[in-house]
């Protein structure tokens, strides 16, 4: 086993690692899950397991060589949601057939009963029920709890549960590489509104949308949003604060940012922590850390496509803004 928390007076977050050769002791790696693992197969068996768990979301991924009926109960008010990444033949989840494309769910409370695959490898995320719901009304103005109801098997189809298999194996990749990152509020916030986003988007269809907003509304959302951004200019502003602060979906926001300024919010926003990193990379001092301390700060999670947008914004790379600031040459 290999683990990596914060320290004792800041648990902002926990990162684990375990490689496992018996099926009850892996039923145990799952924080906060009451469990037990019974193995149906015969052979020797191999198991491996990584837990990342920070403010309302536990996101984890474990592979098993062996079919194993797993069978417990997820914490209370939570929700999960799964999706393989390679299965051995089918499973049998909660009395449904589980597939490569299946994106199963469960209530925390409820009875997990699972058989799973010869060989099983799926990634998955157990989050505050009303964390995401309320993240659903605010943002998509979608009720996802009373969409899934009693649902063990979420509504979606094989390019969803391609969609969210390749976004939560790039968070994993994220989060392996550089865990500390998550000793930044503002990049936990920005990586679990990115993970309630792409649940949602995997999740049944979009309800049709009402009639987009008339020239005059768009025109008042973007200016209020404007004005929202000039009162917070130095906070890592999320489309998820700006739908809450205005009460509009994410749809209308895109609608009203679209059409008067030609360009998208997402986008938008991201130009502007994009500044910000840049505004504090040109003032650093010797101590203030690293390039990605400094983007943690301004919710960039994913590095690599940080930095690729750094140099396409400025011409540069932010290692080389730090570089210059710190052997004073700005």
Known sequence: MTSYASSPDDQAFSATWHDTSDADDHASCLQHWKQRYDQLTAGTFSGSFEEYW???VQVFRERTNQSIHEAGQAWEGSRTFGVPLEVDGKGWYCGEILDIN???TLRGGD???FRTPRLHDILAVTTHAQALNTYALQVEH???EAELA????APSSAEQAENLRAFLRTVMASLRATPDMLRHAPMRKALEQAIFGSIIAAIGNEPEGRTPPSGNARQLVVERAREYMREHIEEPITVADLCAE???SRRTLQYSFQDVLNLNPVSFLRA???NGVRRALKHATADVGTVADIAARWGFWHLSHFAADYKSMFGELPS???RQTTRGGR
């Open 102 to 104: 299946s994106i199963i």
């Open 320 to 322: 080389e803004t730090l």
């Open 54 to 56: 920070f403010d309302n």
């Open 111 to 113: 009875e997990l009963d």
């Open 272 to 274: 502007l922590r994009l």
């Open 246 to 248: 205005l009460r509009v």
């Open 142 to 144: 979608r009720d996802i």
């Open 150 to 153: 009693d649902r063990r098997v």
